[in-house]
C-alpha cells in the first residue's frame, strides 16, 4: 500500500514516463526490491553520473552486477556484442563496458538492449531480487541473543535481523521447575512448539497439555499461555512465532 501511493505521487509529477515502467516494478515481490527499482528508474532517468550510479548500485556487493546478466542473456541468444550493438542502437562500447560491469547503462539502454535479445526487463533486473533472497545460517556459538524470564528461563533466537524476518524461531530453555511468565499475543499470532529434551506443561487458555521429547504444539497465541516445566531435569523447546 504505501508503495503503491508512493508511486501515485511520484507518477503526478512524471506521468509520461514513469507510469509504463510501473509495470517492470511490479514484477518484483518484494518491497525492498521494488524501491531498488524505483531507485534506479529515477536515477537512470534524470541523467546523474555514472560513477554515482555505480556506486549506489553496488553498495549490496553483487546485487545489481547487471552485466553478467546481459553478458549471460546475449550468449543464450547466440549473438555477439556487434550483432546486438546493430539491433538495439546501443554503441558497442557501451555495451561492452557494462558488461564488464563499468557501467550500469541508462533505462532507455535497457529497454532497447531488452527488445533487441526478446527479453523482458524483469529478466535484466531479476538478479536484484534473487541475490537479496537471504540464506541465513547461525551457529550454536553465535547465539548471544537472549531474553531472560527469571533465573531458570531463558529464550535465545535461533536467526539474527530479526525485524525482517517473516517467522521468529526461539529456543525457550527451562531448567527444572522453570516457569515462563503468562503470555498472551495480538490477534492474528500462533506458535508452534516442539520438545526436543525433557518434558513441559503447556497451559493454553483454560486447558493443559503435557508435552514430552518430541511432542509438538500448535496453538493461536492470541490465548493466555505458560510454559512449565514440572521435572527436576532441564527441558528445551523450540518455539516457532508467526507473524515475528
Known sequence: ?????????????????????????????????????????LLTEFDFSQKMLYNICHQGGDMMKIGEK??????????????????SGVALATLSRMENNRMIGTLDAHNRICKALS?????????????????????????????????????ELLVAKTPDKKILPLMIK??????TREERNKTGTEKFLYVMTGSVNAVIGHKQYSLCQGDSLYFDASLSHVFHNRMKSDAKVICIISPA
Open 70 to 87: 546481459l553478458h549471460n542473456i546475449r550468449k543464450e541468444k547466440n549473438m555477439t556484442l556487434e550483432d546486438l550493438s546493430k539491433k
Open 119 to 155: 527479453a523482458s526487463l524483469a529478466d535484466l533486473y531479476r538478479e536484484i531480487e534473487d541475490a537479496s533472497k537471504t540464506v541465513e545460517t547461525v551457529s550454536e556459538v553465535a547465539r548471544i541473543d537472549h531474553f531472560v524470564h527469571s533465573k531458570k528461563v531463558k529464550y
Open 174 to 179: 527451562l531448567a527444572g521447575g522453570g516457569k
Open 1 to 41: 500500500m504505501v508503495l503503491r501511493i508512493l508511486i501515485r505521487k511520484i507518477s503526478r509529477r512524471f506521468y509520461g514516463w514513469f507510469l509504463p515502467k510501473f509495470e517492470v516494478i511490479q514484477n518484483f515481490d518484494c518491497f525492498y526490491n521494488r524501491v531498488i527499482c524505483i531507485l534506479f528508474v
